[in-house]
């Protein structure tokens, strides 16, 4: 009788659990079908929107202190060993790095979307999207799934739903409640890589980026720093290094928060003031527009600059160097690239990502309490644990053969 594997979440976790699950049944004869299940109504939607559409895969530093959730030294090992870049090419996609960043040769995340729908076709991995699975209930050897659209018999669950960020892709937190039925442990999950909002933010910076390097402080102390680029908004401050710098908040939240920024980097202290000393001896003045942002320099002079003197030099280097804007909360889950928090690692095979509750039943990627850096750390993951998943249920069908 054809085994029945069904992956609920056409995400990226689970399009390459598919694919490679697929190519092994096709090629060793066995008798079992691989079907996806997909809430949206289309597979990998989140896959395509990746990196602004260029998608970072991986980075050449897998070390776990890019990594945050509970449990994680026993991951070490899966993350570390993963050669996303190989993987691919052998499904015929290029990838090189740029940087410490792995991105495919076309910098396209539809490359990636594409591969991996060719190669779900090519072993014959069918899929339903716009099926929303709605509870699992295990009947002796058998899981049922209760969809909106029908009812679903399968001899292995695969939960690759995502969590509960950016919930327009589907990843709506609904896997944690499938998982909890079966009796796992849910961490309470927080938006990380996300925007940070701030008291009273002039609208009038909305649109300015500067790139230096940016410090989180936590009543007065220093946390942890970003090199790279931000980007004022609205409401506060995104850009890569500012969601990077949030995922520290919530550890703080409880204490005042807030982001310095030093928007001339290639100077020491001592070295801006001595510059900006020589041009007052040149000029009599000094324009801060000609060294910044022209919209961030008139907000840092009104009001903070008396007069442009060289007893102001200090002041002046503090404003450059370390200005600082309060932080008063976070955008919430739909603005966030990944939620902290999720399903107890520890409950699941740290190799094969069975759950020790329930045999036959997987979760892999961002439905389990893993949460990365940016910088493709958290695809890097999921596609570890997509092959990791699909092994573990192909030498599980040779032993029953």
Same mark, same amino acid.
């Given at each position: 009788m054809t085994k029945q594997i069904m992956i609920i979440g056409g995400g990226s976790c689970g399009l390459v659990c598919g694919a490679v699950l697929g190519r092994f049944i096709a090629e060793s004869d066995l008798d079992a079908q691989v079907t996806i299940l997909e809430k949206?109504?289309?597979?990998? /939607?989140?896959?395509?929107?990746? @990196?602004?559409?260029? $998608?970072?895969?991986?980075?050449? =530093?897998?070390?776990?202190? *890019?990594y945050e959730g509970h449990g994680l030294s026993a991951l070490e090992s899966l993350i570390q060993?993963? =050669?996303?870049?190989?993987?691919?090419?052998?499904?015929?996609?290029?990838? /090189? #790095?740029?940087? =410490?960043?792995?991105?495919?040769?076309s910098e396209q995340a539809a490359s990636v979307h594409e591969c991996l729908l060719r190669t779900l076709n090519k072993y014959h991995v069918s899929s339903i999207c716009e099926c929303d699975v709605e509870s699992i209930v295990k009947k002796k050897e058998? #899981? *049922?799934? #209760?969809?909106n659209q029908k009812e679903f018999i399968c001899d292995y669950v695969v939960l690759s739903m995502g969590g509960d960020a950016a919930s327009q892709f589907g990843s709506d937190g609904s896997g944690f409640e499938l998982l909890k039925a079966l009796g796992h442990h849910i961490y309470p999950t927080v938006p990380s890589l996300v925007q940070l909002v701030c008291r009273d933010m002039d609208k009038r910076l909305k649109g300015v980026r500067i790139h230096g390097t940016f410090k989180l402080y936590a009543a007065q102390k220093e946390v942890h720093q970003e090199k790279g680029e931000i980007l004022f908004t609205e409401y506060g401050l995104s850009g890569i290094s500012i969601l990077q710098l949030s995922r520290y908040y919530q550890q703080y939240s409880d204490q005042k928060i807030e982001i310095g920024i030093d928007a001339v980097d290639q100077y020491e202290a001592s070295q801006l003031k001595e510059k900006l000393k020589w041009q007052l001896q040149q000029n009599g003045e000094l324009q801060l527009n000609g060294i910044i942002h022209q919209k961030y320099a008139n907000y840092l002079e009104n009001g903070r600059i008396k007069e442009y003197s060289y007893k102001d030099l200090n002041t002046i280097v503090q404003l450059l160097k370390d200005y600082r804007?309060?932080?008063t909360g976070t955008k919430g889950k739909e603005s966030a690239q990944v939620c902290i928090g999720g399903a107890d690692v520890s409950e699941f095979n740290n190799e094969t990502f069975e759950s020790? !509750?329930?045999? *036959?039943?997987?979760? @892999? @990627?961002?439905? !389990? =309490?893993?949460?990365?850096? $940016?910088g493709g750390y958290n695809l890097h993951f999921a596609f570890a644990c997509g092959n990791a998943i699909a092994k573990a249920i192909y030498q599980s069908l040779l032993m029953e053969v």
């Open positions: 949206k109504e289309k597979l990998g /939607k989140k896959l395509l929107a990746t @990196g602004n559409g260029r $998608c970072n895969l991986s980075n050449r =530093d897998l070390s776990m202190n *890019h060993n993963f =050669d996303v870049q190989t993987f691919f090419e052998e499904l015929g996609l290029w990838s /090189k #790095y740029q940087g =410490d960043l792995l991105y495919p040769q058998n #899981y *049922h799934l #209760y969809t804007f309060e932080i020790k !509750l329930s045999a *036959h039943l997987y979760a @892999g @990627g961002e439905i !389990l =309490d893993v949460a990365g850096d $940016c």
